[in-house]
């Protein structure tokens, strides 16, 4: 009996932690105040170079701000915000963010039908992979796997990563790093294989694209 008793108070302690731990949203909206200042206080910015959170998953979310935290990704602007944020703090935060409804956007008429085009097939002879395959068809990502949601992003943001991503691919430094650009898609470098071969062009009409996707 006493071994059964002790077995059931450890494993409600168990519980007890999983669920003190678990993501609050509520809790998140308050400690992202903050963030409202550029990401609009639900997550849409209204400002073309700040991204939109809202509807986000919870997964991506999280691994941006810890990449942040770390230097992985440097954003200067983000770096004294998230420094003293705790792993609750972040989860919160996410789960916040990803229970707001995005706002769509428009996509420039002259642009689209390239646009899409990317999106949808991707270059095949210069092996540019299709956008669908990770951030699904009709852009919300797949928040499971970490892929963000991309429908209706500011097409200015979209162009921005775009390119950091492919600069970071075609600027190896001499310890196999990168210069510049943006490089915490991971070692399957996923977005950096993707944007190294898009023209100027492609990344324009495509972050166009997303952009109107809704």
């Known amino acids: 009996m006493k071994k059964l008793l002790s077995t059931l108070f450890f494993a409600t302690v168990a519980l007890t932690g999983v669920n003190a731990s678990a993501a ?3 809790a998140g909206k308050a400690k992202a105040a903050a963030c409202g200042a550029c990401h609009g206080a639900d997550g849409n910015s209204s400002v ?8 986000q998953g919870e997964k991506y979310l999280i691994k941006q701000i810890k990449d942040i935290q770390t230097g992985a990704r440097p954003v200067a602007e983000m770096t004294a915000l998230v ?4 792993d609750q703090d972040i989860a919160d935060i996410a789960a916040y963010y990803a229970a707001q409804t995005a706002t769509g956007g428009n996509a420039d008429p002259s642009l689209v039908e390239r646009g899409q085009s990317v999106y949808q097939a991707g270059n095949y002879e210069t092996g540019v992979a299709a956008c669908l395959a990770c951030h699904s068809p009709t852009g919300k990502g797949n ?3 970490g892929f963000p949601s991309l429908a209706g ?3 200015a943001y979209i162009e921005k990563q775009l390119k950091d991503f492919r600069l970071a691919a075609n600027e190896p430094n001499e310890n196999g790093g990168t210069h ?6 991971g070692e399957s470098q996923t977005m950096r294989l993707v944007a ?4 100027d062009i492609e990344i324009r009409a495509v972050a166009s694209y997303i952009q109107g996707l809704y």
């Open 83 to 86: 420094a003293n944020l705790s």
């Open 180 to 185: 510049h650009g943006r490089d915490n898609d």
């Open 153 to 155: 992003q500011h097409a």
């Open 24 to 26: 609050d949203a509520e």
């Open 196 to 199: 190294k071969h898009m023209s």
């Open 48 to 55: 073309a170079n700040w991204p939109k959170l809202a509807g």
């Open 143 to 145: 928040a499971p796997a």
